[in-house]
């Protein structure tokens, strides 16, 4: 299966036609929640036709502050109004005293791990379903005490959550921060992944690339990508594009690569969206 991140400014093309490549849509939950009137109703159209998953901005699983409780609970109806398949969010935190317009890095240590694991779990008792937890770029590292996949793979098992696989991120982390790429996506769980992204982003230095969702795949990630389905068996696979977006069909020419990777490993009996209820 390969997806497409759905943007409002995708609206009028993917009602008028859903490409034949598009298998299943993403969308933030917290862009949907509260809209009414034209754009609701053409949501619902396209939700009552086709298989849609949720990637959330806003749950900072990693903050100091409780729980958002009420917005949790708002998800569960959103999510049975429009048979949302799967809910993923961000190994990260986004909010204090104060919520902040971007993702901040989870401190990779013991403490984080006590803090974070009771937090994915109480918000999979409230959805009654697993959620996947998304290894996010990261820009520093305050206070580390294991390494990025020590950490993830803990958080995995510990809260007995599914992955969201982003090989972009392992990509513009290993520049960023110096390791092998390969052996980190070696190191995940086959067996907890539920799907995975791909984006582009901003080559800010040699050593300093920009997680941005705003330009094409690079080849270095589509050969990351080639690596990880055939490391773990072919997974289901979403094209991100945030700005700078093009016609629908330049994005088209992407999700044909995916296509492409899949076939070359594909086995039917796991491409499909790892839904747990």
């Not at 990779?108 to 697993?130: G, S």
């Not at 969201?164 to 907890?192: A, C, M, W």
């Not at 492409?260 to 490993?265: A, E, F, R, V, W």
């Amino acid at each position: 299966m390969v997806g497409l991140g759905l943007r409002r400014e995708m609206l009028t093309d993917m009602l008028s036609s859903v490409p034949k490549q598009v298998d299943f849509m993403e969308v933030a939950p917290e862009n949907w929640l509260k809209l009414g009137g034209r754009f609701a109703k053409q949501f619902n159209t396209l939700t009552s036709k086709h298989t849609f998953v949720c990637h959330g901005l806003s749950l900072s699983i990693g903050s100091p502050a409780p729980l958002d409780i009420e917005f949790v609970k708002s998800l569960k109806v959103f999510f049975e109004k429009h048979n949302i398949q799967l809910f993923s969010e961000h190994l990260s935190y986004c909010s204090g005293t104060g919520h902040m317009y971007d993702l901040m890095p989870i401190p990779f240590t013991e403490q984080a791990i006590k803090h974070v694991v009771p937090r994915i779990k109480q918000v999979q008792d409230i959805l009654e379903q697993h959620i996947a937890i998304e290894n996010v770029s990261y820009y520093a590292a305050p206070g580390q005490q294991l390494s990025e996949l020590e950490f993830t793979n803990e958080i995995l098992n510990q809260a007995d959550c599914k992955l969201l696989l982003d090989v972009n991120n392992i990509y513009v982390n290993s520049v960023n921060h110096g390791y092998d790429s390969e052996q980190f996506l070696l190191g995940l769980p086959t067996k907890r992944i539920a799907y995975g992204h791909v984006a582009g982003h901003y080559h800010e230095a040699d050593d300093l690339l920009v997680d941005t969702h705003g330009a094409a795949v690079i080849d270095p990630v589509w050969q990351l990508l080639d690596k990880a389905y055939q490391a773990h068996g072919v997974f289901p696979t979403l094209l991100e594009r945030d700005f700078n977006i093009p016609a629908i069909g330049e994005l088209v020419k992407e999700l044909d690569i995916i296509h492409q990777l899949q076939t070359k490993y594909s086995q039917p009996a796991t491409n499909k969206v790892k839904h747990s209820a």
